[in-house]
């Protein structure tokens, strides 16, 4: 996380009043990977109940057959100075998905359940102060990367999720639609396949 002293640092340079606003929304010299922003997702969804993720759940050694399941790592508790906090983020997310005037209405419109999601886009090149980001006079490979990140069911949540779509453009029209596939997959009852003789 970029700080006046990682500046100081890392680039010798002065830290500036305004680079705490944009580090505040993900911007600036802040860099995350997706996993990062799916704990962070989940951490909010949890309020503050931070879990680390683990890649093995269980080992299997079948010399003894035997599955020996991977302690999840200690949890650790975020405190804000008021719990209020928690709701204002949370409300704010929820706003995304099923708000009047979220940037990604669409995706809940029919939705069997209350998420909350976040729609963001990454620059891949920077724009001069005073052009405008125009994507069809530049080549594919520079245009904005698409994120979304996620957590369902808004109370209780079982599932945080983050998704980047390289050169996607915007997260509300590209990540979200595939985070709520992903979503509806895994909280949604499977509907049974049927196998037809013809």
């Known amino acids: 996380m970029p700080s006046r002293e990682w500046k100081r640092r890392a680039r010798d340079k002065l830290w500036y009043p305004g680079e705490t606003l944009i580090t505040g929304i993900g911007q600036g010299f802040m860099l995350s990977t997706p996993l990062q922003l799916a704990v962070a997702a989940a951490t909010l969804g949890n309020r503050g109940q931070f879990k680390q993720p683990r890649v093995v759940f269980a080992i299997d050694d079948a010399g003894i057959n035997e599955i020996t399941v991977v302690p999840p790592t200690q949890q650790t508790t975020i405190t804000l100075k008021h719990n209020a906090y928690w709701d204002a983020a949370i409300g704010g997310m929820k706003g995304v998905v099923h708000g009047r005037r979220g940037t990604a209405r669409q995706i809940a419109k029919d939705s069997s359940y209350i998420f909350a999601g976040k729609t963001g886009t990454a620059q891949v090149i920077s724009i001069k102060q005073r052009e405008s980001y125009d994507a069809d006079k530049i080549a594919k490979k520079f245009h904005d990367h698409a994120w979304f990140i996620a957590f369902a069911p808004l109370k209780k ?19 979200a639609p595939i985070a709520k596939k992903i979503m509806d997959y895994y909280l949604l009852p499977k509907k049974p396949v049927v196998i037809t003789d013809n």
Do not use: D, K, L
């Not at 999720?161 to 990540?175: C, D, K, L, Q, R």
């Open 157 to 175: 949540p079982r599932i945080a999720i983050s998704v980047i779509v390289e050169n996607g453009g915007s997260g509300s029209h590209t990540a």
